[in-house]
């Protein structure tokens, strides 16, 4: 396995927490700015329930980010709903195995902090994990210590715009990739919306090679 063994769960049936073993030295009284990703369609290409492993192929401009973050110290997080667990479209064991391909794909020293992942079908109650729910990068953020102001958000679907929003994170990109196309109109609606978007500015790009000029904000 990539990844180690060392994980927590708040409900075996729903949730999954990875923590990858890779340490930033540094203050430990500090805390670190970090890039929190969805997984498909901004990481790996959407699949709809990928659970092969040859399916998984990464989106254009990943590995020139991650490396980057990776040479700045910037935590790397994923935060992904896999409802298609709960709905027996794939397994924990499927979950874990696509993650450990997108990991060998991206290349060593693998430079990924932590996955949070959940099966969650409903958002319902606002407490889970499920995005537009905060509660995976709020998690996060406690656990690794870091600062959501001096953080970012990057997602394809208005759901992770949300849960960004809702966390107080001040940058928030939505890019074209996996549901990006067809989800851009709801998120123009969010961005031109100031009684609700009122925490955070979102800026919309084509894909992860887009960003990297805002990456100063991150220092």
Aim: one cysteine or more; a positive charge.
């Amino acid at each position: 396995m990539i990844f180690n063994s060392e994980s927590s769960r708040l409900n075996s049936k729903f949730e999954d927490f990875i923590l990858y073993p890779r340490k930033i030295s540094g203050n430990k009284n500090s805390t670190n700015s970090a890039v929190f990703f969805d997984r498909d369609g901004v990481i790996i290409e959407d699949c709809h329930y990928i659970k092969e492993t040859e399916d998984v192929k990464l989106c254009p401009g990943v590995k020139m980010l991650l490396r980057e973050l990776y040479r700045k110290n910037i935590f790397i997080v994923i935060i992904t709903n896999q409802s298609g667990i709960t709905k027996n479209f794939l397994s924990w064991k499927d979950y874990k195995a696509i993650n450990n391909k997108m990991i060998q794909l991206i290349g060593n020293p693998n430079p990924i902090n932590a996955i949070y992942g959940n099966s969650y079908v409903s958002d319902k109650p606002s407490s889970n994990w499920r995005k537009p729910n905060p509660t995976m990068i709020l998690k996060a953020a406690f656990d690794l210590k870091l600062d959501l102001n001096k953080s970012i958000l990057i997602g394809d679907r208005l759901s992770d715009i949300m849960a960004g929003e809702r966390a107080k994170i001040p940058k928030l990109f939505h890019v074209l990739t996996g549901h990006g196309k067809k989800e851009r109109e709801e998120i123009l609606k969010l961005k031109n919306n100031k009684n609700i978007c009122i925490r955070s500015e979102i800026f919309c790009i084509k894909n992860l090679k887009e960003i990297r000029k805002d990456l100063v904000f991150l220092n």
